[in-house]
């Protein structure tokens, strides 16, 4: 398909980022395009009303979330291929990111179809930005498991990546998962962003095991909650021989070169020490 000419015919996909909280929140340019398009997609139609009201944006709107996201990302597609400018927009912040999404500008790439991401709010970048913690590098890991034993492994697998950690966290489960990030990084500096950009906005700051005892003093926790834990001080003290634990994840499936580059990474070494070490011995 030839995507110049497949452009010319179509409408285009607005990737429009929406407030975490404060309505004022919201770039001249979302407001204008939102205003323009011919239809706007959304998670919660109510929700997207109250902000298209609050900008006297008067816009069909339709329901666009995780239980319809298939046959409404065709739909939609369908619609643009016909002309059709559509917005898609979240509950808040900017969609796709742990948010529905990504089936319908993949739908629209793949057909050809003109996609323009609008930049805006963001729960983790404004929480990552007041934290107060190393920003040159994060990993932002969207919703931490619910489950106990697959977000102890999560946790512990990104125990030494030299980048601060990002989750979202519901405000029901943010206890265990406080109790969960001491268990496997121990007394590292961790920051809770809570109710961004809203009246009762809160960082709170200090360990995993301090900040739950603060939570856990309230009478409720309510909120939406950002959840970031510094980076890894630097490669974990490990005394296997270098030749064993290469081994290892030789016998658990890991090419041989991949499994001296993991080493090499651990230790805080070059692969071609670690190559030329095991060479020697």
Known sequence: MNSSYTQGMCGTLYVIATPIGNLEDMTHRAVRVLGEVDLVACEDTRQTRKLLDHYGISK???????????ERAA??????????????????????????????VRAAVECGVRVEALPGASAALTALAGSGLPTDAFHFGGFLPSKPGQRQKLLELLAEEQATLIFYEAPHRILEALEAIQAALGDRPVVVARELTKLHEEFLR?????????????????????VLIGKATG?????????????TLIRGGTPRMDAIKQ??????????EVYEKLLRD
Do not use: F
């Open 263 to 272: 080493v090499a990474r651990k230790r805080g070494m070059s692969k071609r």
């Open 75 to 104: 739909e939609l597609a369908s619609r643009l291929l016909a002309g059709a400018s559509i917005a898609l927009v979240s509950d808040a912040g900017m969609p796709l990111v742990s948010d529905p999404g990504y089936r319908l």
């Open 60 to 70: 069909p709107t339709i329901s666009y979330h995780e239980h319809n996201e298939t």
């Open 235 to 247: 490669p974990a003290a490990d005394d296997t021989p270098l030749d064993e634990a290469v081994e």
């Open 206 to 226: 200090g360990t995993a095991a301090e900040i739950h005892a603060v939570l856990a003093a309230r009478d409720s926790v309510k909120g939406e909650m950002t």
